[in-house]
């Protein structure tokens, strides 16, 4: 049943607010009844368009144009930077201008304001609540540790008798005292707690409020605020007093012992939340028309595999060798790390600490380098890794093929396994046997495979479930120097990456370019250079530069396209 037509609470009309609303103004927008619909249309300055209340649409509230008093805005002047209505687009002073529907703003703002919503409501609200856990749960353990510290001083005087009865008094005045304050601090910072999760929940409110509107200028004017509560509170660092006795009997107070002070310490970065940057509303950055090519760098490996970006300013390669090679964008060769069995990695990656991951496929291990030393993560039985990404979660996704050309891909926090993603709804195989190569995590936590087996790029959501399949597009198919040998015009998918659009890249080698499709799989163009050959490993770093290895010439090529 329409939801419209349900019996709720009762409307009356707008301008006489005592007859029951049976008429609706689409345009202004105005609950009427039928006695105030010849009032309400005589204002003709401006458009109405009156139906009956059932049929209402439901329209955004549009901005009066502050030029023409009779329309509304529907429309964003690029150039001026202001919203302008139909009769200004036509005017002299737009010509030429570039304009945006408001309500394509609208949506893509309610886009930001929804994952807002959605961070505040899924991660920060339940990180407080879990703070908050922790706290009470301190709370709770105080009399139990303060009475165990109590039971020792007693043990202590009973031990030495009537005589140190004074001692012992005052030495529970301070367990007392220090308990009181121990306290007193952990309940007002309770209260500080519970304070902000009280804005969470008021910022929760104020996003859902706004989705529900239609008034454009309450979505456009409303402030991103997740940024105000990233930052968790500073963590209070109790560390309870010991009691140290003392069986020297020459001083009472000596003999007796005593008990060192309560200490209260704040942590700042105590408390720690794993945010997955798909919660970030980046700003909208068009794809140029004609890429610009910024860098060249040679690796001087003889076949260049993989490339990923340790900063901005420095990238990671891989190849055809033992050496794992840190560059920076002039070329210059900053480090260099051989693999802890002595045999070239098959792929590399980068961990939100800034470690370097690789895969040793021969030996069945991911390994991470923390400060030049090697440790191994990872040690396989039956199966062999061979690629691997760092999600925004900070785990690993490893892509393997069994010792019998099966393939799937394990999500890894740490050694601990936490997730298989193998096979489809019906059962069958997501990936091809034995030949996946590259992958990547989006920004809305799709995992992305470029499967070369199948020549398609092969995307599932975080749970698993197959969101799409893409297959190339016609109009990469060329016809090139190598087609007798190499099948050139067939879509070969081998390097995968996603960036701060959630827009996926892959490197297409047959035809050496590189694929843009939107996070739903819609091909958007190209990116292609006469001189681009056989792109493999691809990478983008946090300014949206793409990073292309070369596979045969052992170049790292640095290109805009955003």
């Not at 390994?367 to 760092?390: A, D, F, H, M």
């Amino acid at each position: 049943m329409d939801p419209r037509l349900c019996a709720q609470d009762i409307l009356n009309c707008d301008l006489c607010e005592d007859t029951v609303v049976q008429m609706y103004c689409n345009l202004c927008p105005m609950n009427l009844c039928k006695s105030c619909v010849v009032e309400h249309i005589s204002d003709v300055s401006r458009r109405h368009d009156v139906v009956p209340f059932a049929l209402r649409r439901s329209m955004l509230v549009y901005p009066q144009c502050s030029t023409h008093s009779e329309e509304h805005c529907e429309m964003h002047c690029e150039d001026c930077n202001i919203q302008v209505c139909p009769k200004c687009v036509i005017s002299e002073t737009h010509k030429r201008h570039h304009f945006k529907s408001l309500q394509d703003l609208v949506n893509s703002k309610k886009e930001c304001i929804e994952q807002e919503r959605k961070r505040l409501k899924e991660t920060v609200y339940f990180k407080i609540e879990d703070i908050v856990t922790e706290i009470e749960t301190q709370l709770a353990e105080i009399d139990g540790e303060y009475e165990k510290l109590t039971s020792e001083v007693t043990k202590q005087g009973e031990e030495l008798h009537s005589e140190f009865d004074k001692v012992i008094q005052k030495n529970k005045e301070e367990i007392n005292g220090m308990r009181n304050q121990h306290r007193d601090a952990l309940n007002k910072h309770l209260n500080d707690i519970k304070k902000l999760d009280a804005d969470v929940e008021q910022s929760i409110s104020e996003t859902e409020d706004i989705l529900q509107s239609k008034e454009v200028n309450r979505s456009l004017s409303y402030k991103i605020k997740s940024e105000k509560f990233t930052k968790l509170p500073s963590k209070l660092i109790f560390k309870f007093p010991v009691f140290t006795g003392n069986n020297d009997r020459d001083q009472c107070s000596q003999l007796f012992g005593s008990i060192s002070p309560l200490s209260i310490t704040t942590e700042e970065h105590g408390y720690t939340m794993e945010t997955p940057e798909a919660e970030y509303c980046p700003p909208v950055k068009p794809l140029l028309d004609e890429p610009e090519l910024i860098t060249n760098i040679d690796t001087e490996y003889n076949k260049l595999y993989s490339v990923t970006c340790l900063s901005d300013e420095e990238i990671w390669t891989c190849g055809n060798s033992k050496i794992m090679k840190l560059y920076n964008l002039q070329g210059k060769l900053l480090k260099s790390i051989q693999t802890k069995s002595g045999i070239k990695p098959c792929d590399i990656a980068v961990t939100r600490s800034g470690d370097l991951v690789y895969v040793d496929p021969d030996a069945r291990t991911v390994n991470i380098v923390k400060n030049k030393q090697i440790q191994e993560v990872i040690r396989l039985q039956g199966w062999r890794p061979y690629n691997v990404c760092s999600t925004s979660f900070g785990d690993l996704l490893v892509t393997m093929h069994s010792d019998d050309k099966q393939s799937k891909i394990v999500c890894y926090s740490g050694s601990t396994e936490k997730q298989t993603i193998q096979f489809d709804s019906e059962g069958k195989p997501l990936y091809s046997s034995g030949y996946i190569t590259y992958i990547s995590e989006n920004r809305n936590l799709d995992i992305c495979v470029a499967d070369d087996g199948a020549s398609a790029v092969v995307v599932v959501n975080q749970a698993g479930k197959l969101r799409f399949r893409y297959n190339g597009h016609p109009s990469a198919t060329k016809k090139l120097f190598y087609h007798f040998f190499y099948n050139q015009g067939s879509f070969k998918p081998g390097g995968i990456t996603t960036d701060s659009q959630s827009q996926i890249l892959t490197s297409d080698t047959n035809n050496n370019c590189i694929h843009i499709l939107d996070q739903d799989g819609q091909f958007l163009r190209y990116i292609e250079y006469s001189d681009l050959r056989r792109p493999w490993g691809i990478c983008v770093d946090n300014r949206d530069s793409l990073f292309v290895a070369e596979l045969y010439s052992g170049k790292v090529k640095k290109i805009k396209y955003m």
